[in-house]
């Protein structure tokens, strides 16, 4: 959605606060050897690095780096790399604060998200949220959904600074975006053989939004990037809760808007951008007017079914609440799901 940078904040939600693990009372450094002998088991013996740093502070997360060892509550992290940014147009955008690690004990990989507050504001047609990172907010979800198939899983713990670090479970699999648009075949073939299967698993996503919703919680960067495809199950997963927004007239509003962009990109096989129907000469695109465009980005078309007319009616009106031209939004997620259940009785 569109972003406005504002500043760097500490602020937190209103939510109760989160009790994280308390740091160990001094923590004891394994020894250099011992840990050479540990990532030994990790790493091919021409990666060994001669020396490791080891870090308990986290606060100065841009200075910690590969090769580092983090450890947090006695526990070693090896640091491989910085993780970097999924969405379309900023993949090559590092993410300092999250730290792609081996969990040097029993080798399993991890991802440690750091702290890192900023904010922006983000617009929704004529209404601004306010958004900002709380690690807080992400790690009492992650509490929250701790056995929850449709969610990334992970622990949250304090180093002795404070900081409250998401040691994360790594979700083995491609963000939605992509496993879509790698798909192959017209979009005729797609809509009927592939999507219904994908509608079934976005309507569980939903549901999971709702569990969300209904115990006070709320996403906050609802993307179709932020879904990852498990190749273990071909679970849904969301991942990445740590933004949190001050809301007005509805507290669940920015996360309706995130599943409806979401919803228009699964119905159309990606991005329908006026732009490339005028390029290919698409006849639909003489029947465009801004009120089939997205509320957010003003490039996409979202009354669908005027690109493609099998498209059933039902499915298409859950669209239109997510146009310019939309009369009424969606208030909750139950109203959402009612509509998807039932649209999903004709595809």
């Known amino acids: 959605m569109n972003k406005t940078p504002a500043s760097t904040a500490s602020s937190d939600g209103t939510q109760p606060e989160f009790q994280a693990s308390p740091p160990k009372d001094g923590p004891s450094f394994p020894s250099q050897e011992s840990l050479r002998r540990l990532v030994r088991e990790f790493l091919p013996h021409h990666r060994l690095p001669q020396q490791f ?20 509550n006695g526990r070693p992290y090896l640091i491989l790399h910085n993780a970097k940014e999924l969405r379309f147009g ?66 949250t713990v304090e180093d002795p600074k404070g900081n409250l670090i998401r040691i994360l479970e790594v979700v083995q699999g491609p963000p939605l975006s992509n496993y879509v648009t790698a798909l192959q075949g017209n979009h005729e073939s797609y809509f009927h053989d592939v999507f219904p299967d994908i509608l079934d698993n976005f309507i569980e ?43 007005r007239e509805n507290i669940y509003g920015y996360d309706l808007f995130g599943l409806g962009n979401v919803l228009a990109f699964l119905v159309g096989k990606g ?12 006849p639909a695109s003489e029947s465009i007017t801004e009120d089939d465009l997205n509320i957010v980005f003003e490039s996409r078309v979202v009354n669908l079914k005027k690109i493609f007319p099998y498209i059933p009616e039902e499915l298409n009106r859950i669209l239109l609440h997510f146009t310019r031209g939309a009369r009424w939004y969606y208030e909750h997620t139950n109203q959402l799901l009612e509509d998807l259940r039932s649209a999903r009785l004709l595809i």
């Open 53 to 72: 740093r080891m870090v308990t502070d986290t606060s100065e997360f841009i200075r910690i780096e590969y090769d580092d060892v983090v450890l947090l």
């Open 90 to 155: 900023l993949e090559d955008e590092v993410k300092y604060w999250v730290k792609r690690a081996i969990d040097l004990q029993d080798g399993s990989p991890r991802i440690l998200k750091l702290v890192f507050y900023e904010t922006y504001t983000a617009h929704v047609g004529a209404i601004a949220f306010e958004c900002f990172r709380s690690p807080r907010k992400e790690a009492r979800i992650l509490e929250l959904v701790a056995t929850h198939p449709n969610f990334m899983h992970g622990t």
């Open 205 to 247: 996503c939903v549901e999971a939004i709702r569990f969300l919703h209904e115990n006070g919680e709320k996403h906050g960067d609802i993307r179709r990037d932020h879904i990852l495809v498990d190749k273990t199950d071909h679970t849904y997963r969301w991942i990445d809760f740590d933004f949190n927004y001050r809301h």
């Open 271 to 282: 991005d329908v951008l006026v732009r490339d129907l005028r390029r290919r000469e698409d």
